[in-house]
């Protein structure tokens, strides 16, 4: 019998259109004058403008962090006096660039790069010892002396910090001068007097710097100006109207931004992103890393290793403890950046120009976002990482809340026995009601009030990041994550609900009509799945390996997201009943929309609809009101319903994903060389990718990124070349290629050369040659028919060619 208050999937479901961005240029109005009385002052007011305490001693912890941050000056970030004299006044480095042209020099540091894969200095020593053996005579700079050269050249500052033995602390901010761990009390120094154990920070300040070296490179930095100049023009009666969106400065906040000058031509904008890994899989090896990006370049560029700027690393084997003592040291000195402003040597101006540096945003998981935001996480009341007025429920005598709309059947759960919500009409987080659960957090009178307040806030304790001085308001500078929680949350929610093995409740004794994928069932969906893989380009990166073998042996998200949202709606076409269908189709549909990276603003409001419809028929489907239930409906089936306002807000999800920072996370694992000291020797490996991508980004030449072509190939120009295999000599058309396909192929080949004669062709004696593969201008290689049709084992169709005919805002417009 079906309670009354359930429907048929989004039948009573009216879900509002999402505004179109439409920002006004200019700075708003001042208020007018008028009454003397003076306006009492607003959360955020208060916050900023008191030098708070709190009854709370975590708070109060917090609130010197923040206050040491907003007080940040350089001469506080623990550079020597030459490195700070270097950074506030850098010098005309003209002559210093000029000695790349001494060929002694560039030899040295051509071998210094060819090294950085291996132990470096034993190999370059090697290089070394046998270069002087051949030329005697010469002098070839040693590894030192080349290490020395070469941070002169990028100005790159290791910075590092003692910290606890057990991660549980770094010791800064109100740590600085403590002896042992203020929460385990374990000793600072060793016998000797020496720091027992120290996370590393590259500070940011000269990375920065050195991307403006190079002209060539200081123009790819005018992106976003150019951009918003368009904009600008493009606008009609000063108000921007957006009909795609291609980047973060179509989104309403980067307007709001402009409008209120935070942002101008002479800003740079930052994204931050952190996350912690296990550098080995079977033993506790955790290790916590952070970079930023440079957004003034384009989406090309600035997802490149080489343009990623190494930010802080801390290593384990245990997880940090205070995460808050580990980011200071980076922020503190963004901080003192943005309130001193930063000089640069501008390359392809010849000059020296001040540059405000803005962090537009804060990236992280659900886990680490949690530490960044200083929210409750995902288990708490208000567990929604946009911090919206979503109020969770609990199970009876539970602790773990979950965003239910819908109230469950006999619920009276108290604090939670709320009535259904319309996530519709649910309003969207603002800096205002974020400031005033902060300051309600922060006045909590005692221990047992600030759990409450806690509780009924979502947040714990101030932000570090709400001391800096620009960025986007909190908590509006800490975007949506479209890596892990549509990529492995949601796959791995669905996935376990129709395979039947998702957690289930002892008064849940009712058979499961969505557990599809059992037994033979299951099986057969595996080998459908790896038969698929030969359809799927190789431009689309890793197909998806066969589920019922390796579904629980680190499937990755990219497996992930091709098997969810690319092949389940056709493989479970009459396997999963036809309403459960029908629910996945419509969030691949949405999905799909809002992750592509050019997204047409006409299109946002189907998919606004079909997200929120996807949560409601979620509840429906499979929750069902039940209590038992509940711990069916998670965070990651909420956030869908935020993901068209973020796009709306900040453009392309998929352009500020965490993406760039797993890659990095793989590429740095990969480079440790001693595993015996795998922490140190990661630190010097971050350090060394600090250095080259500062060496690269001053010398461009110094890097060929194309690779070289295979032996026996032919570059036929353009950007292409025909690769091997190939016939091993030319055939007659007149004897081999009598198909229809062949002739067709040719014909079409003869007419766009002006001759259409394919008789007199062909009677002539014409032959050809046949290639297997044709190495593409993009760097993907494409392979012919005959090619793929020899092949004893099936290989990933690249017949297959992507081609991409226009961007509107790309930076070869400019």
């Not at 990041?465 to 796959?491: K, R, W």
Request: charged residues 25%; aromatic residues 10%.
């Amino acid at each position: 019998m079906q309670d009354s208050r359930s429907s048929s999937p989004g039948a009573q479901e009216r879900p509002s259109t999402p505004t179109p961005v439409q920002s006004r240029v200019g700075t708003p109005e001042p208020p007018a004058a008028g009454s003397q009385e003076t306006a009492p002052l607003s959360s955020e007011e208060q916050y900023n403008a008191a030098d708070l305490t709190s009854n709370i001693e975590e708070i109060n912890i917090a609130l010197e962090f923040v206050k040491l941050v907003r007080e940040a000056t350089l001469d506080n970030c623990g550079m020597d006096e030459e490195d700070l004299e270097r950074l506030r006044h850098p010098e005309d480095p003209t002559d210093l660039l000029a000695s790349l042209e001494d060929p002694g020099f560039r030899h040295a540091l051509d071998s210094f790069l060819a090294c950085s894969g291996t132990t470096a200095d034993e190999q370059y020593t090697k290089q070394r010892t046998s270069y002087l053996r051949r030329h005697p005579e010469s002098e070839m700079l040693s590894y030192d002396q080349i290490k020395r050269r070469v941070r002169k050249l990028t100005g790159i500052i290791l910075l590092k910090t003692d910290m606890c033995v057990d991660s549980c602390v770094g010791f800064t901010g109100p740590f600085a001068d403590l002896d042992r761990c203020p929460q385990c009390g374990e000793p600072r120094f060793d016998d000797r007097g020496g720091s027992r154990k120290q996370f590393s920070t590259f500070l940011l300040g000269p990375q920065i710097q050195a991307q403006f070296l190079n002209a060539e490179k200081a123009r790819d930095l005018e992106y976003r100006v150019k951009i918003t100049e368009r904009l600008r023009a493009e606008s009609t009666g000063g108000v921007i109207s957006v009909d795609r969106h291609v980047d973060f400065v179509t989104g309403s906040a980067y307007w709001d931004a402009i409008n209120s000058k935070k942002i101008t031509d002479q800003s740079l904008v930052l994204c931050y992103s952190g996350d912690g890994a296990q550098l080995y899989r079977d033993k506790q090896s955790e290790i916590w890393l952070s970079i930023f990006a440079i957004f003034d370049f384009a989406p090309s560029i600035r997802y490149k290793v080489k343009s990623v700027l190494p930010d802080t690393l801390v290593p384990g084997p245990k997880a940090p403890g205070n995460h808050m003592s580990f980011l200071f040291p980076s922020i503190y000195h963004l901080s003192a950046l943005q309130r001193e402003g930063l000089k640069i040597w501008k390359a392809d101006t010849r000059s020296f120009t001040d540059l405000d540096l803005f962090l537009a945003f804060a990236t992280a998981d659900a886990v680490a976002m949690a530490y960044l935001s200083c929210w409750v996480g995902h288990h708490g009341k208000h567990g929604c990482r946009f911090m919206c007025q979503m109020v969770g429920r609990r199970k009876p005598r539970g602790s773990h809340y979950y965003p239910a709309m819908l109230k469950p059947i006999g619920y009276t759960e108290s604090g939670c026995d709320h009535d259904d919500i319309d996530i519709a009409a649910m309003p969207q987080a603002s800096t205002t009601t974020y400031y005033d659960g902060l300051m309600k957090v922060i006045r909590s009178r005692n221990q047992t009030d600030y759990e409450r307040n806690r509780r009924e806030t979502g947040i714990t304790r101030p932000s570090l990041f709400s001391a800096l001085p620009n960025i986007y308001p909190l908590p509006g500078c800490f975007p949506a994550d479209t890596l892990h929680q549509p990529m492995l949350n949601v796959p791995d929610l669905l996935f376990k609900l129709w395979r039947g093995s998702f957690e289930r409740s002892d008064s849940d004794t009712q058979e499961w009509e969505w557990a599809v994928l059992v037994g033979d069932t299951w099986e057969q969906f595996g080998a459908a799945v790896a038969a698929a893989a030969e359809y799927l380009p190789g431009s689309f990166g890793r197909a998806p390996r066969n589920p019922f073998d390796k579904i629980n042996s680190g499937f990755k998200a990219c497996e992930w997201m091709i098997l969810l949202y690319g092949f389940c709606p056709g493989l479970l076409y009459n396997i999963l009943p036809e309403r459960f269908w029908r629910h996945l189709c419509r969030l691949a549909k949405a999905l799909r929309t809002v992750l592509s990276q050019e997204v047409v603003s006409a299109d946002l409001s189907d998919a606004h609809k079909h997200f929120l419809l996807f949560a409601r028929e979620f509840e429906l489907l499979y929750y069902q009101r039940r209590i038992d239930r509940i711990h069916f409906v998670r965070q990651s089936i909420h956030a869908f319903t935020h993901l068209v306002p973020e796009t709306l807000r900040i453009g392309p999800l998929s352009l500020v994903a965490q993406w760039l920072m797993e890659r990095t996370i793989g590429n740095m694992g990969q480079e440790i060389r001693q595993h015996s000291t795998p922490y140190a020797n990661l630190a010097q490996r971050a350090l060394l990718r600090a250095e080259i991508n500062a060496l690269k980004a001053i010398f461009p030449d110094l890097e060929d990124d194309k690779a070289p072509l295979p032996q026996r190939s032919l570059d036929i120009g353009n950007g292409f070349a025909l690769l091997r295999k190939r016939d091993r000599r030319p055939l007659s058309v007149r004897h081999y290629f009598q198909t229809t396909e062949v002739l067709e192929a040719i014909k079409i080949f003869l007419i766009s050369t002006g001759d259409e004669n394919l008789e007199e062709w062909t009677a002539s004696g014409q032959k050809i040659l046949r290639w297997a593969r044709l190495r593409l201008p993009n760097g993907q290689t494409a392979r012919s028919l005959w090619n793929e049709t020899a092949r004893k084992k099936t290989p990933r169709r690249a017949r297959n060619v992507k081609v991409i005919y226009s961007c509107i805002y790309s930076n070869s417009s400019y």
